[in-house]
């Protein structure tokens, strides 16, 4: 049974910075393409960064330069730093896991999703 377990959400003001982290089980973890997406209310969840197997990354335009994905293939473990956070990135924020490893962006179907973090950015 997939597992996807998000942690690291929280309350910040803007400037500030938080670190996701999203532990994966069940899965052969190197063989899938990873990414975060976000969700804040009332709007369309919209993705926010990509990950292959091989650390090839991808970012929506709106977090470049401010966010970081990476990944510990050894602990099985998704991060997203996020720096100079921004009331707009408030949302809940979910990692989700793809089967297909080298085919991997923000607009292709994801086969696992956690369960979500919430973050709030304050003005």
């Known amino acids: 049974q997939v597992q996807l377990v998000e942690s690291g959400g929280g309350s910040v003001q803007a400037g500030g910075s938080l670190r996701l982290s999203c532990a994966a089980s069940g899965l052969t973890y190197s063989d899938y393409c990873m990414g975060w997406f976000r969700q804040a209310p009332g709007k369309k969840r919209e993705g926010v960064a990509t990950i292959r197997s091989d650390g090839i990354t991808g970012y929506a335009d709106s977090v470049k330069g401010r966010f970081t994905i990476s990944r510990d293939n050894a602990k099985n473990t998704l991060y997203l730093q996020m720096n100079s956070l921004k009331p707009e990135d408030t949302a809940m924020y979910y990692c989700?896991?793809?089967?297909?490893?080298?085919?991997?962006?923000?607009?292709?179907?994801?086969?696992?999703w956690g369960q979500g973090t919430q973050v709030t950015v304050s003005s």
């Open positions: 989700a896991a793809r089967d297909v490893w080298w085919v991997c962006g923000l607009n292709y179907q994801y086969n696992y």
